[in-house]
């Protein structure tokens, strides 16, 4: 499962962004849509990517957090993973209403659910902003440039949504060789509208995620309203209800989280031998604390659920990775790549003294980054994640009363006004809070951050005040009053004031942290994002020079473009096709009876002969994804929908560093076997007309 990497591989400062060579594999990119892979394409397949094409398909696609996801009907119906939705699911499950076990549909828009939190955004203009960033910081010292660089950019996302009305983002793209300006249609009013049961939406648990075969139906569908209606879509993505055959030119269009494809082989050093063992280590913990949380009661395993499976998601996809970085081949072919780059650098004089010593650099920001990770990492990475809700709460109340009164440019950049709408809509969740699971949360957080800093710590001694882990986080839980919501619109309403005469420990304890946070934060900010900001964007200047500008950037959990072939593939000599289909997820289930996360759902079972079973359910291709890119849409040359991105194999786990062809595959849920489910087991007749409905002959006057 994909989408859960996203926000795990951004772990710590010294993680950056990078650029990949254009050809270095037959169906290799994360491509910007504002430049896609046109010679590529048109070369390859004899594929036109027109202008018209790309925006239809851009502005069709939707941006959930930590997933992707796209428009399916001119009535703002949109797709996604169940695993994207699942925190969704979750919330608005209550009472005897339990939709992670049993699934839900609405049979009209009025049975459709609000989902609480949820926004959804939707690309809809990209420019550069490249010349503005580096005037900003032209002449300062590295430190400086990087404050300056992080005011520019909330200037120019600030003045831009005054001027369109949109919300706006300044991305970096190779690693600060360039600076583009991401502007969405922001919806805040998301209904769920039908998700299948969890256990076939993700059928075969933890021993089958990351493998294939697999026969997963994770898909659920949710609806953008605006104004009171059920939003009018110019832009939508048709369904193919013929699907795709071997061999078939597909694109997979979504929010890949993050690569690391041109790291030096310093900064990939302290990947693998730092940053990844230590993260997996704190994951195997985790995953044994969640696992023994769950087994005390049935409403703990229910309400650590979403937690336990990101844990273990998270896991097996870092040990992938780690063992990517393992393989001599791999690590071989990267260290050739960099070697061949440096000596182009330093056989012309000009460009030497321009990029010749970035290298060094980025390696001087690593050792720093070491030094800096265990008190980064105990202080919740600088924005005090501790992992629990009401704790994460304190801390946006407490830094909204410091950051709010300052100028816009001078805020910690998560409390500018560009995103204020998304943070207030959070803040204000109307979602259920579990205190069991809050006190497991914030006494794993205390027993954790006493291994980074030290029991003797002062800044631990304060977290503690005086207790246990286990004490201090049930003192916090119980006497909190956050899980009211008009108790936080009123500290939100009343600022500083109102928070000191709230009498909210939470409020206390994340105090005794923020200033420790934000000291370190800016460590890692000045000492070793900045530096690398700089000296990666030499390197990337040195790559445009050597092999031209025809390279994609490492993926920056934005809008990407990646395409490639229905492809099976060969593993323990044995051929592996692209397709599986409704026998096989039988057979399976019937092989594995009685195994943990091979049962399927009752009417699965007493509707089996109501399910052709020679549909094709799950299939693979050879496009380029990672972590984000879950419910990403799989589409044809045509740009209709042939199948929905949920996992990909265990060999695409290297993704992170390197793209392979051979092995590596990502894995959709087939757009005939979702219609085949939604007809034959969910009954579901007006979604599936919905779906396959023609689309008007004349466009909306309206879009999205």
């Known amino acids: 499962v994909l989408s859960s990497l996203a926000p795990a591989a951004l772990l710590a400062a010294g993680v950056a962004l990078g650029v990949a060579r254009a050809a270095a594999a037959p169906d290799e990119g994360m491509w910007l849509f504002n430049k896609p892979p046109a010679k590529e394409l048109k070369d390859r397949y004899g594929f036109e990517a027109s202008p018209e094409w790309m925006e239809h398909l851009q502005r069709s696609c939707v941006r959930f957090p930590g997933g992707s996801g796209s428009f399916v009907s001119p009535s703002g119906l949109v797709m996604t993973n169940h695993h994207v939705g699942a925190e969704w699911l979750h919330k608005l499950s209550e009472g005897e209403r339990n939709i992670i076990r049993d699934g839900f549909l609405a049979k009209s828009p009025d049975e459709e659910l609000r989902c609480p939190d949820l926004d959804l955004r939707v690309l809809w203009k990209i420019e550069d902003v490249t010349q503005a960033i580096e005037a900003a910081t032209a002449g300062l010292a590295t430190a400086q440039a990087g404050a300056a660089r992080r005011k520019a950019m909330t200037q120019i996302e600030s003045d831009g949504k005054q001027k369109t009305g949109l919300e706006c983002e300044v991305v970096t793209l190779y690693q600060g060789g360039r600076y583009h300006l991401y502007s969405y249609k922001r919806f805040d009013d998301v209904r769920l509208v039908m998700a299948p049961e969890m256990s076939v939406a993700f059928f075969g648990g933890d021993a089958d995620n990351f493998e294939f075969p697999r026969a997963n139906l994770d898909a659920t569908f949710f609806r953008v309203w605006e104004n009171g209606a059920?939003?009018?879509?110019?832009?939508?993505?048709?369904?193919?209800?013929?699907?795709?055959?071997?061999?078939?030119?597909?694109?997979?269009?979504?929010?890949?989280?993050?690569?690391?494809?041109?790291?030096?082989?310093?900064?990939?050093?302290?990947?693998?031998?730092?940053?990844?063992?230590?993260?997996?280590?704190?994951?195997?913990?985790?995953e044994v604390q969640l696992a023994a949380f769950s087994r005390r009661s049935a409403k703990h395993a229910e309400n650590a659920k979403d937690d336990l499976f990101g844990v273990q998601n998270s896991r097996k996809a870092m040990t992938g990775q780690l063992a990517g970085l393992l393989d001599p081949a791999i690590w071989n072919k990267k260290a050739q790549a960099e070697e061949s780059l440096r000596k182009a650098v330093e056989a012309n004089p000009e460009w030497k003294a321009k990029w010749g010593d970035a290298w060094d650099q980025v390696a001087a920001a690593q050792v720093t980054a070491k030094e800096l990770l265990p008190r980064l990492s105990g202080l919740g990475g600088g924005t005090l994640r501790t992992g629990s809700d009401l704790a994460g709460i304190a801390v946006h109340l407490v830094r909204m009363a410091e950051e709010l009164p300052k100028a816009n440019t001078e805020r910690l950049r998560e409390y500018s006004d560009a995103g204020r709408d998304s943070l207030l809509q959070g803040l204000y969740s109307p979602a259920p809070i579990h205190p069991e699971l809050e006190i497991e949360r914030l006494e794993s957080y205390l027993t954790r951050m006493a291994e980074f800093l030290g029991a003797d710590d002062p800044v631990y001694q304060a977290a503690l005040a005086g207790m246990s882990p286990r004490a201090r986080a049930e003192?916090?839980?119980?006497?909190?009053?956050?899980?009211?919501?008009?108790?936080?619109?009123?500290?939100?309403?009343?600022?500083?004031?109102?928070?000191?005469?709230?009498?909210?420990?939470?409020?206390?304890?994340?105090?005794?942290?923020?200033?420790?946070?934000?000291?370190?934060?800016?460590?890692?900010?000045?000492?070793?994002?900045?530096?690398?900001?700089?000296?990666?964007?030499?390197?990337?200047?040195?790559?445009?020079?050597?092999?031209?500008?025809?390279?994609?950037?490492?993926?920056?959990?934005?809008?990407?473009?990646?395409?490639?072939?229905?492809?099976?593939?060969?593993?323990?000599?044995?051929?592996?096709?692209?397709?599986?289909?409704?026998?096989?997820?039988?057979?399976?289930?019937?092989?594995?009876?009685?195994?943990?996360?091979?049962?399927?759902?009752?009417?699965?079972?007493?509707?089996?002969?109501?399910?052709?079973?020679?549909?094709?359910?799950?299939?693979?291709?050879?496009?380029?994804?990672?972590?984000?890119?879950?419910?990403?849409?799989?589409?044809?040359?045509?740009?209709?929908?042939?199948?929905?991105?949920?996992?990909?194999?265990?060999?695409?786990?290297?993704?992170?560093?390197?793209?392979?062809?051979?092995?590596a595959r990502a894995v959709s849920v087939d757009s005939r076997g979702i219609l085949e489910a939604l007809r034959g087991i969910y009954d579901a007749k007006g979604l599936v007309q919905e779906l396959t409905s023609p689309p008007p002959s004349e466009p909306r006057s309206r879009g999205n």
């Not at 039988?586 to 020679?614: C, H, I, N, V």
């Open 230 to 286: 059920p939003l009018a879509s110019e832009h939508y993505l048709t369904w193919n209800q013929e699907g795709t055959k071997e061999g078939d030119l597909v694109f997979v269009a979504g929010h890949p989280g993050s690569t690391q494809r041109l790291n030096t082989m310093a900064h990939l050093k302290y990947l693998r031998d730092v940053q990844l063992p230590a993260r997996l280590a704190s994951l195997w913990r985790r």
């Open 475 to 663: 003192q916090l839980v119980k006497n909190s009053k956050l899980a009211d919501v008009s108790v936080r619109k009123a500290m939100v309403e009343g600022g500083s004031a109102a928070l000191q005469a709230g009498n909210e420990p939470l409020l206390d304890f994340v105090r005794a942290l923020d200033k420790p946070s934000r000291e370190i934060r800016k460590r890692a900010e000045d000492e070793v994002q900045s530096v690398e900001r700089a000296a990666y964007a030499k390197i990337a200047a040195a790559k445009f020079a050597v092999e031209g500008d025809s390279v994609y950037p490492d993926a920056t959990f934005t809008l990407r473009l990646s395409y490639g072939t229905v492809k099976g593939y060969e593993e323990f000599g044995k051929l592996v096709r692209p397709y599986t289909d409704f026998d096989y997820l039988y057979a399976r289930a019937t092989e594995r009876e009685g195994e943990d996360g091979f049962e399927l759902p009752e009417q699965w079972l007493a509707k089996r002969g109501q399910l052709k079973g020679s549909t094709p359910f799950n299939f693979v291709n050879t496009c380029d994804i990672i972590g984000g890119n879950s419910g990403s849409p799989t589409v044809d040359r045509e740009g209709r929908v042939v199948g929905l991105i949920f996992d990909g194999n265990i060999q695409s786990l290297i993704a992170g560093v390197t793209y392979t062809e051979a092995q």
